[in-house]
């Protein structure tokens, strides 16, 4: 389903890198340089953003398959190619990528002002890699773009991070490193087995059970120290307070749902058994995350960490939901990747803006805000009630849909599940009570400047989003029923053949 | 047409005066959002009419799609019966009288005006989505729009850290409950297949012996999608053990306590119950446990409305009492007894909230009883106004209460079951005790000696007429609304005027046989509330030695209703301590130490042995020689031996 032939996941993909290479032509004091370099990511990533709308208008939601598909033979004797393509799952992070990246370039316009160019062509490159993982059809490409996500986006927390950056840089490496490599054994054995890589035909390989098991545990190191999972998500807190806030944005937004994605697009559909299998493991780990998490979050005194343990919380709903494998919990975990990935990108961004204006993260240090910044005040309650899972906004959908499909497995994951809404709301409020709210006492607050105009740009494709994802959630969900519901069917199908297979092999004795 | 104008134009308001408040001043955003109520209230009171006296069409109207999973559907819709038109007649009409009345309490407030009337507005058009919702989903939007409208409003003066707190508080409490709710819709749905209210109503008698597993044992579905709603909706209605919020609400301003006492909020719960009775009707056991927990906290918050100083806390508490006592005719499936009693209570109760605002405003924002008395002359038509509400509150004939307090003891008396009998006594002794904190209220408030200090008494003033004109509406109301309404509510015209909006099962016959009662089942709570009246004016005005003494004596008694029964105590102790010691530990024990002690640890070793192993790179090829002699040495010697 490719327009006239026109390869336009590829362009998406590589555009950033034509402007990453006008960025390295210019020429000049540093001053024009960064000029330069800051006007042309914006325009880049602006163009791939419109273009990118093109997925939006014509994707078709009732086709279950992948759209837009382009093949480029690469190794064929090895059964390696260039292939790209979207399907349901994947469309709408694509379009998640291309919006927050123009959104992290305006962000940080006047945030970064020690080597913007090197800055920008960072995020031109991270852009390159990111739509290149959600759109890649072939698990060689796939792990391709999936580390080279690592690689720039090592480098913004180390170079433009805090004081402990090269700390965090490492750990935020090493973490998502070790995972990769056990998934590299894993695509290796499938390799063996399949005899492609071809992402397409590998979901219709059926793999012995008993490998199942290990290419499962193979994905799951790479996929839960991505999402993270807890307890392998010590890295992320420690990443998030030391990256500068485009790189938290582009973190939280994209980075952790490259997990959940993982999850979606390999482990469940590839390896059914095993899923079915290892599914009480991660409820179990994920009420642990809601629930761990959620109260580690309450004690924080850095506003950064504190959102991001929160992500952590959330995500554990995501998965939750993914591996309940009926429709709602599935859709529900989408959902919820999708707005975590507006709502927290925004929370980091909300922290961004006073962290310009005062240069610190600490709790203790505001108070009051509301009196100076109204229209800051305003917009940070909208997206804690997105947090929090507001009905209404987008965290209330995708919360709702995992506590449906969770009940049909068990009542008590359900009810744990859901302790997120008490927890979350619990934390989130007392962040807000202690920033915004309070009596302005703080003699250095007190000529604190509200939302400039560049900065309500931000914000306001993402209020628009919370909101709409929220009473019309409906134009994004239809983008991905049918992909899901092929994932249930399949996985139900598989599930039931093997059954069959083991009551006629136990009626043979 | 015109119910869709009823429900949105308080939407249109809010976003008027919240978005653009700024740009066209206080003033401006204050006309926008009554005009906007006026219009609502006049929409929403002629649906009432039209549907209670002219029968009309009830049709749902249509919105837009909102969830949709597989076979998960709820969409935005207006639902459209008599259960839905009474709340939205009720809300309108009250909402717009608060609105109005805010205009002259909060003259003097030293924020924006206009983020005031827009989250009054927002209150109202949550509320009105509540009641109006024709699914689960669309009703829990309305019931969480409520808890944020709530949220803001309760800390509106954002400054005050007792208002901040208590604004938390309200949200974490009801989201406790909440928790329970959203389980119950996903029950709803695990059972029946939807959770839009036509699928579901048309589908009882189907899986009524439906089972569901908990705890090891089979429960009847039924019965425990029936205590999870329930659960949601002590929290919201603040029923015993949830109730803890509700008090500390009167932080915000108080129309803001009006309007989550009397027409939002806290009636919810109640309306809950209403539109699942055909699954709560089913639900024997669930009903029990309404009954026992509504009977319960209309006795408890009772005492310790007796105790109490302050005087919106003793009002707080009496709404408390009397969601119980709705509760309890809930728990004995008398439905229209307990709507009825939610529509009395509404006037009566926003009117003696807004007259304690106007008692407030008088005496410079003084809210301790200990330090008024005296005031009757002075604000002559507050204190009529006081007397009007109380007479209806204490369920005195003819006012509104009589009716519908009366109904409810009669029912929980007529229902023969067990937890109707607790509901009864439990009832009985809470309307002693209701009569008893009002009248104690009225006499310690506007009788006896002034116990303010002369400034104060100098500038004693009755309100302007933008408050008492809203106050005498409400006491209309108040005084007519039990025996205009008592045929439709539950009179022998209840299946005319309900129309199918709540169902019973067909052996339920409560309302019936409250026709057949013992005599004295219909005197005795008119009895009770008149002992308590005297007792309150012997005490207090009479022989004023008796409370002191009375508490003296029965000192445990009186610190337990003083101290709230210890509940704010017993949490502390048992929630919120833990939660942040646990919440310290698992951060600075769990994560810090133990999950990143391994990685860090690992580290450590690494960047250690490389340490030591660096020492041997001493740089004297002496050294490195004779290293190299003794390795060789080694090898051959192992060389030999081995062979």
């Known amino acids: 389903m490719n327009i006239a032939g026109f390869p336009l996941l590829s362009l998406l993909t590589w555009l950033p890198m034509v402007g990453v290479a006008v960025i390295l032509c210019v020429r000049g004091d540093e001053e024009t340089v960064a000029e330069n370099a800051r006007w042309t990511a914006l325009w880049t990533s602006l163009i791939v953003f419109v273009l990118s709308l093109v997925l939006w208008a014509k994707f078709d939601g009732a086709e279950p398959g992948f759209q837009f598909v382009e093949s480029v033979s690469w190794l064929p004797e090895y059964g390696v190619g260039y292939r790209m393509g979207v399907d349901g799952i994947s469309v709408l992070f694509v379009l998640l990528s291309t919006l927050l990246t123009p959104i992290c370039v305006l962000s940080a316009w006047e945030a970064i002002h020690a080597r913007v160019r090197e800055f920008m062509i960072a995020f031109l490159v991270l852009e390159t890699m990111m739509v290149g993982m959600f759109s890649a059809l072939d698990f060689v490409v796939f792990y391709m773009f999936f580390e080279g996500v690592l690689i720039p986006m090592y480098l913004i927390i180390g170079i433009w991070g805090g004081p402990r950056r090269v700390y965090a840089s490492v750990k935020f490496f090493l973490y998502t490193l070790t995972g990769s490599v056990l998934m590299m054994l894993a695509l290796l054995a499938m390799w063996v087995q399949a005899g492609t890589t071809d992402i397409p035909t590998l979901l219709r390989t059926d793999f012995p059970v008993g490998m199942q098991y290990w290419l499962f545990l193979a994905f799951f190191a790479s996929f839960a120290v991505k999402v993270p999972m807890w307890p392998v998500h010590t890295w992320l807190p420690d990443a998030h307070v030391e990256a500068p806030t485009a790189g938290s944005v582009i973190l939280a937004g994209v980075l952790l749902k490259m997990g959940g994605y993982g999850f979606l697009r390999f482990s469940i559909p590839m390896l059914p058994q095993a899923t079915t299998y290892f599914a009480p493991m991660i409820f179990a780990l994920s009420v642990v995350a809601v629930i761990y998490t959620s109260f580690v979050a309450l004690a924080q005194t850095d506003m950064k960490k504190l959102i991001a343990y929160s992500s952590v919380a959330h995500m554990g709903v995501v998965t939750i939901g993914l591996f309940t494998l009926n429709v709602q919990g599935i859709s529900g975990g989408m959902f919820q990747m999708l707005s975590h990935g507006i709502v927290s990108a925004a929370l980091f961004l909300v922290v961004g803006v006073i962290y310009d204006r005062m240069h610190t993260r600490d709790i203790d240090r505001y108070g009051g805000l509301a009196d100076r910044m109204p229209n800051y005040a305003f917009v940070f309650m909208i997206f804690a009630m997105a947090s929090i899972g507001l009905p209404g906004t987008s965290g209330f959908v995708g919360e709702f849909l995992v506590v449906v499909g969770s009940l049909k497995v068990n009542f008590w994951l359900s009810l744990l599940g859901g302790m997120g809404m008490i927890l979350g709301a619990a934390y989130t409020l007392y962040l807000y009570r202690r920033v915004v709210f309070g009596r302005l006492t703080k003699p250095d607050l007190r000529g604190i400047l509200d939302l400039s105009p560049r900065e309500m740009a931000v914000f306001a494709p993402l209020v628009v989003l919370a909101l709409w994802m929220g009473i019309y959630p409906t134009s994004f969900s239809r983008y991905f029923d049918a992909s899901v519901s092929a994932i249930v069917d399949h996985h139900a199908a598989a599930i039931a053949s093997s059954v069959k297979v083991a009551s006629t092999s136990g009626a043979g004795h | ?643």
């Open chain 2, 1 to 643: 047409m015109m119910y869709a104008i009823a429900v949105f134009s308080p939407l249109v308001g809010c976003l008027i005066a919240g978005l653009l408040g700024r740009s066209i001043g206080g003033r401006a955003a204050q006309g926008v959002t009554i005009g906007f109520m006026i219009l609502a209230a006049i929409c929403g009171v002629t649906a009432f009419v039209e549907n209670t006296w002219y029968d009309a069409e009830q049709e749902t109207v249509p919105l837009l799609s909102w969830v949709v999973s597989s076979t998960l559907h709820a969409d935005w819709a207006l639902r459209h019966d008599t259960l839905s038109v009474t709340m939205v007649g009720m809300v309108t009409f009250i909402a717009t009288l608060i609105h109005i009345y805010s205009v002259g309490y909060m003259a003097h407030d030293a924020y924006p005006v206009y983020r005031f009337f827009s989250y009054l507005s927002l209150f109202t058009f949550a509320m009105l989505m509540l009641v109006t919702a024709d699914n689960l989903l669309q009703l829990f939007f309305g019931w969480e729009g409520v808890g944020l409208a709530s949220y803001l409003l309760i800390g509106y003066w954002y400054d005050k850290p007792s208002a901040c707190a208590a604004a938390i508080k309200a949200m974490i409490v009801n989201r406790i409950g909440d928790l329970a709710f959203v389980v119950g819709i996903a029950l709803v749905f695990f059972t029946f297949g939807s959770i839009e209210f036509p699928a579901i109503f048309g589908a009882i008698e189907q899986h009524q012996n439906d089972l569901y597993g908990l705890f090891g044992t089979n429960f009847r579905a039924y019965e425990v999608i029936g205590v999870l709603l329930f659960i949601g909706a002590m929290g919201k209605s603040a029923q015993i053990g949830l109730h803890t919020w509700l008090p500390d609400a009167m932080e915000g301003p108080t129309p803001v306590s009006a309007l989550i006492h009397a027409a939002t909020m806290v009636t919810a719960g109640v309306f809950l119950m209403a539109r699942m009775s055909p699954i709560m009707s089913y639900a024997p056991y669930a009903l029990a446990f309404v009954a026992v927990i509504g009977g319960t906290t209309a006795f408890f918050a009772a005492t310790i409305g007796c105790a109490q100083t302050d005087i919106k806390r003793v009002i707080a508490y009496s709404t408390c009492s009397q969601l119980g006592y709705m509760f309890v005719a809930a728990g004995v499936a008398a439905y229209q007894a307990s709507i009825f009693h939610l529509f009395t209570h509404a006037f009566f109760k926003a009117l003696l909230f807004l007259s304690a605002g106007s008692v407030i405003h008088a005496v410079s924002g003084e809210q301790d009883m200990r330090k008024m008395g005296g005031l009757w002359r002075h604000i002559p038509l507050t204190y009529t106004m006081f007397w009007v509400g109380s007479l209806a509150l204490g369920g005195v004939f003819p006012f509104a209460g009589y009716y519908s307090k009366d109904a409810i003891l009669e029912a929980s008396y007529a229902s023969g079951t067990l937890s109707g009998m607790y509901g009864f006594w439990c009832g009985l002794l809470g309307a002693f005790l209701t009569a008893f904190y009002s009248w104690r209220l009225i006499i310690m408030t506007f009788h006896g000696k002034p116990r303010a200090d002369h400034h104060v008494m100098e500038h004693v003033h009755e309100s302007p007429f933008v408050m008492t004109g809203p106050l005498i509406l409400l006491a209309i109301g108040a005084t007519v609304n039990g025996f205009v309404f008592r045929r439709e509510f539950i009179g022998e015209g209840w299946p005319e005027f309900w129309r199918g909006a709540i169902v019973i099962t067909a052996n339920n016959h409560v309302l019936e046989n409250m026709e057949h009662l013992p005599g004295w089942v219909g005197l005795a709570p008119t009895v009770a509330g008149l002992t308590g009246i005297a007792l309150a004016y012997l005490a207090y005005m009479f022989v004023p030695s008796i409370p002191p003494a009375f508490a003296r004596v029965f000192r445990p008694i009186y610190l337990l209703a003083y101290n709230k029964w210890y509940f704010d105590e017993l949490y502390d102790f048992l929630f919120v301590r833990p939660t942040f010691w646990l919440a310290r530990n698992l951060w600075q024990i769990g994560d810090a130490t133990l999950i990143d002690g391994a990685p860090n640890g690992m580290a450590e070793i690494a960047a250690g042995s490389s340490r030591q192993v660096v020492k041997i790179q001493t740089g004297s090829i002496a050294v490195y020689a004779f290293v190299m002699l003794i390795g060789v040495v080694l090898l051959l010697g192992l060389y030999m031996l081995v062979r």
